[in-house]
């Protein structure tokens, strides 16, 4: 895949899970705080929390090329899937199909290089 199209979904795919985080964190503690008790929003700032700082980790790895931040991306899949929200379990299916399909692409890369030296 082209160094910049690769770069753009990888940024994409970060923007959007960010995003998804932003908007749980937004659901617990600002729209509708009275159905959530106080362990309830604590335990969901924490969980939201750690999964922004593993999504930036991703990103910051996918970026430089590292199969590390695809497997962590797949990681990152299931765990969407685990928390069984409709729009959470969809992002997870297909982030973990994007990164198992990159993870393919990365594999045959370096072999091309070396046949054009």
């Given at each position: 895949m082209e160094e910049k199209?690769?770069?753009s979904v990888v940024?994409?795919?970060g923007g959007i899970l960010l995003i998804l985080q932003a908007l749980t964190l937004i659901d617990a503690i600002g729209l509708r705080p009275q159905i959530y008790n106080q362990l309830n929003k604590l335990t969901i700032a924490f969980i939201a929390t750690g999964m922004i700082v593993v999504i930036i980790a991703y990103i910051l790895l996918?970026?430089?090329k590292k199969k590390s931040?695809?497997?962590l991306g797949i990681i990152i899949g299931v765990l969407y899937i685990?928390?069984?929200n409709v729009?959470?379990?969809i992002a997870g299916i297909f982030f973990i199909i994007y990164c198992a399909v990159m993870i393919k692409g990365l594999g045959k890369e370096p072999k091309k290089e070396q046949e054009q030296e």
């Open positions: 199209k690769y770069k940024v994409i795919w996918s970026l430089d931040g695809l497997i685990m928390t069984l729009i959470n379990v």
